[in-house]
């Protein structure tokens, strides 16, 4: 996945918080998927205009953690979700 | 065992229907208007649903739009924090009904296809002009830029049209595509003879759809459901008995699917008397197939009992008389060589459809 790829969550798309089951999921046409700590946070910063370089850098501060470890696990996060048709890529 | 809530609730609002598919997995006693769950009692099941952890409603029928409430019922379904989604033919859809569905909050639309030409889709739907007015909603719903998914349901007569249907569902800016054989319940069961395709096309058919998946990777998702009676092993069921779905019928009857009436011995809730979630949990229905204590052999002892769950109680019991039984699709099964047998017969057959009535 390019680092300038910008994802955008599509209608029908939407992450909510399930207090039954206390976590936060990600719920599409047919799928509903439990997020784990760290693809919430992918998903929090998703907003149409970011791409996955610039969400990674914010991760990467916020988490003081290596942006090339986190740019890695973000684009393979963004890409098996477009892949599914999930999240779309800004044209 | 620990019994997980439920993820998805299937709500038939009413059984009736403009079209009158020979396949429909409506029972074959259909419920009366007259006995439908109101408004209210349905926005109490909505709450009731998401409390119990049901995360995604399809407001189905019958045909939903039947319902003269339906912009109200998605937006209580909506209001409960349910993800909604529509499971219609789209007879009966208007610009302006559309319109209010989307500011009621619907979130997605599945509309179904009974073929890829007005010749086969009226044909099949029993229903003039119903193919002409599913492709004017198709366009609606794109302009209206509410997300689409093309639910193609396939048997010996149309499957020769799955390309087209592939195609079909690109060309009117679907995400995804649900590709789904026949299961033989309801009315499909007096159309064996009519609907069941060959072993020949039911490898055709998953020929096309692993080189599409190939092919349109991140342009389109395709859901498949093969042809039961040709394949080695089972479905899964609803994932397991009483593990991730309920049925909840127009009447407000609580099944663990669609089908489960079928199985005559069994005892359902009603909503109008009981909690969801207590019907859920503590339903006689509910805890009758739950888990793999119920299971016989060849299941009892197999390696693949937590993969799919002995198959389907319902077929079990229309084909074998126990729906305790390995479902007869297993190539475990006793059962599987007649059943085999049975399924190369249907296909041979030429019989006339038999299609849904009153």
């Known amino acids: 996945m390019d680092g300038a790829s910008v994802p955008v969550m599509p209608r029908g798309v939407r992450m909510q918080f399930d207090k039954v089951r206390d976590g936060w999921v990600l719920l599409a046409p047919e ?20 791409s996955i370089d610039v969400i990674s850098a914010i991760l990467a501060a916020r988490y003081a953690a290596p942006v090339a470890e986190i740019g890695k696990d973000c684009g393979e996060f963004v890409g098996a979700l477009v892949a599914r048709r999930i999240l779309d890529l800004a044209a | 065992m620990t019994v997980p809530p439920p993820i998805a609730m299937l709500a038939e609002l009413t059984h009736r229907c403009p079209l009158s598919c020979p396949y429909c997995s409506n029972p074959l006693e259909l419920t009366r208007k007259e006995v439908e769950l109101s408004t209210a009692d349905w926005t109490r099941v909505f709450r009731e649903a998401a409390a119990l952890g049901v995360l995604q409603v399809h407001l189905s029928g019958g045909e939903p739009v039947s319902r003269r409430d339906i912009v109200d019922l ?18 009966g859809l208007t610009q302006a009904r559309i319109a209010a569905l989307d500011a009621a909050g619907l979130d997605h639309v599945q509309l179904s296809l009974q073929g890829t030409d007005a010749e086969m889709a009226d044909r099949i739907g029993g229903y003039a002009g119903g193919f002409a007015r599913k492709m004017a909603v198709a366009a609606l719903l794109r302009d209206a830029g509410l997300p689409m998914t093309l639910n193609f349901v396939m048997h010996r007569m149309n499957m020769q049209q799955l390309p087209r249907a ?11 595509i649900e590709v789904a054989t026949v299961q033989f319940h309801g009315w499909a069961m007096p159309n064996r003879g009519a609907l069941m395709p060959s072993r020949d096309q039911a490898r055709e058919a998953s020929r096309t759809v692993a080189e599409a998946r190939d092919r349109l990777s991140g342009v389109l998702v395709i859901d498949y459901v093969p042809a039961d009676y040709h394949a080695t092993y089972p479905k899964a069921c609803m994932g397991g008995w009483g593990s991730t779905g309920l049925n909840v019928t127009p009447d407000g009857t609580v099944l663990p699917c669609h089908a489960a009436q079928e199985i005559r011995h069994l005892t359902f809730d009603n909503v109008r008397d009981r909690g969801l979630a207590e019907i859920w949990y503590d339903g006689a229905a509910f805890n009758a197939y739950r888990g793999t204590e119920w299971m016989q052999e060849p299941c009892r002892s197999c390696a693949r009992k937590a993969v799919d769950f002995g198959g389907c109680r319902c077929q079990a019991m229309a084909l074998l008389g126990d729906p305790a039984a390995t479902d007869p699709v297993c190539v475990k099964s006793p059962e599987h060589a007649r059943l085999a047998e049975m399924a190369e017969s249907f296909a041979d057959a030429r019989a006339d459809l038999v299609y849904r009535h009153a």
Not at chain 1, 31 to 50: F, K, N, T, Y
Not at chain 2, 74 to 91: E, K, P, Q
Not at chain 2, 166 to 176: F, K, N, T, Y
């Open chain 1, 31 to 50: 799928r509903a998927i439990r997020l784990d700590p760290i693809g919430h946070a992918i998903l929090s910063e998703v907003d149409g205009a970011r």
């Open chain 2, 74 to 91: 998605v937006r209580a379904a909506a209001a409960a924090g349910l993800y909604t989604n529509l499971v219609t033919s789209g007879v």
């Open chain 2, 166 to 176: 592939i195609e079909m569902a690109v060309e009117l800016g679907a995400r995804r």
